[in-house]
């Protein structure tokens, strides 16, 4: 196996987990400090950050409240490119929508199952949904509608009751496209909150925002942080970090697989990308190809970073490759192999977030398109950990049922085990039952 970077400098091996949560005590102390504030004095401080942060005036109001909901549906539905893009950004959420549906009943997530263990024995399990959950949308200077749809429906796929859909605002203004697709699919109240403010808002409650059982969506590194700080306070999907992309090819189009490497690369100067291949000439063809299409890009900057992250790696066989997939468990994954499809896929891919088969399914048609969840493990964290979806926001419990002849016969056995542990009163708990 050879590695390389796009400089040609050759490596020793494949870089791994470059990009983890910079936890510096400046950071932490400072989310600790706006989560403890927001836990302490609720409204009053977020509304604070807000004019920190987001460069609100003091007419500011946490709620998008009905009237700014309705104007934004007026303003798209009377300009003709907003609704197109509006429309289609509901075509996108409709195939998200059958995606999570089909996922809902593969899984059996939902109603509940019991089996019989024995004469008069039962148990099993009830599988409910969440009652509530905020799903942020990252927000100011970008609008990111494709966050909104990917976390939202498969929280009301599974029956999620509420729903609450919190963005930081510029200046006290959020996106139209966000409050019209928000509304449209279901949203019961959307809040111009962002960072780190908005998950302890949510995670607490304050006067105005409500407590919710869960929060999903990705963010800058207070978010994060704040995310991780709080987790088991309030329910959270993953610890996301920057993209990543690998692909595995044999031949094929170089400038086909040089722009799919810089899609994912343009997001973050901490994305990475690996190109793997058993043929040496299409690495360097798509080597030079990155190399020439990089000046000409609006996100020259991030790439000129992003790329230091870039690494093309020569294999001496399929199965080699196919080894170093496994290691890196990406965050995306490309395979363009002769053989491969998406029927014996499984045999061959261990860990990936979500794997794209064939010269003509580029990641891009899974960030928006395709109906599978865009948010996913990242970081080799796909090693055990799935995309986002209806299974996030369902949870179990387990029932049991004995009739009294089968505890008569299980009393023995049980009180024995409790005495065993030095639990005194759980034996006597079922002995009392003779």
Not at 297 to 307: C, E, G, Q
């Amino acid at each position: 196996m050879k590695v390389k970077t796009i400089e040609g400098k050759v490596l020793d091996s494949v870089p791994l987990n470059k990009n983890e949560l910079f936890l510096t005590k400046e950071l932490v102390s400072e989310v600790e400090k706006i989560i403890e504030e927001v836990r302490k004095f609720g409204d009053s401080k977020v509304i604070e950050f807000c004019k920190k942060f987001d460069g609100v005036g003091d007419d500011f109001n946490i709620v998008v409240s009905e009237e700014e909901i309705n104007k934004s549906i007026k303003e798209v539905e009377s300009n003709n490119d907003l609704m197109e893009i509006a429309d289609t950004f509901l075509k996108a959420a409709e195939r998200i929508r059958k995606f999570h549906e089909e996922q809902l009943k593969y899984f059996n997530l939902s109603g509940k199952w019991v089996i019989e263990i024995g004469n008069g024995r039962k148990v099993g399990q009830v599988v409910k949904p969440v009652d509530s959950v905020m799903v942020y949308v990252p927000g100011g200077r970008a609008i990111y509608p494709s966050t909104l749809i990917m976390n939202l429906i498969p929280a009301k796929v599974a029956g999620v009751n509420k729903i609450f859909v919190s963005t930081p605002s510029q200046k006290g203004k959020v996106s139209p496209i966000i409050l019209y697709l928000a509304k449209r699919l279901g949203a019961n109240g959307i809040f111009k909150v962002g960072g780190a403010v908005s998950v302890a808002s949510f995670a607490f409650g304050t006067q105005t925002i409500p407590k919710v059982d869960m929060i999903v969506g990705p963010g800058n590194k207070y978010f994060v942080l704040a995310k991780k700080l709080l987790s088991g306070i309030v329910g959270i999907d993953i610890i996301p970090g920057p993209s990543e992309i690998a692909i595995l090819a044999t031949y094929g189009n170089p400038k086909y697989f040089a722009y799919d490497l810089l899609s994912q690369l343009e997001h973050d100067p901490d994305s990475s990308a690996f190109m793997i291949s058993t043929n040496s000439e299409l690495l360097e063809k798509i080597q030079k190809e990155i190399i020439d299409i990089i000046p000409n890009t609006s996100r020259k900057n991030i790439l000129d970073n992003s790329t230091k992250n870039l690494f093309f790696i020569e294999v001496s066989s399929i199965e080699e490759g196919f080894d170093v997939v496994n290691q890196i468990a990406p965050e995306h994954l490309e395979i363009v192999v002769d053989g491969i499809d998406i029927n014996n896929i499984d045999n061959y891919v261990k860990h990936a977030g979500t794997v794209l088969i064939g010269l003509y399914s580029p990641v891009v048609i899974t960030d928006y398109f395709a109906g599978t969840n865009h948010v996913l493990p990242t970081n080799s964290t796909a090693k055990f950990s799935s995309p986002l979806g209806v299974y996030n926001f369902v949870k179990m419990y387990n029932i049991c049922e004995w009739e009294k002849n089968s505890l008569l016969e299980d009393m023995e056995t049980v009180s024995k085990l409790a005495n065993y542990e030095g639990l005194e009163v759980h034996a006597k708990s079922i002995l009392e039952r003779k």
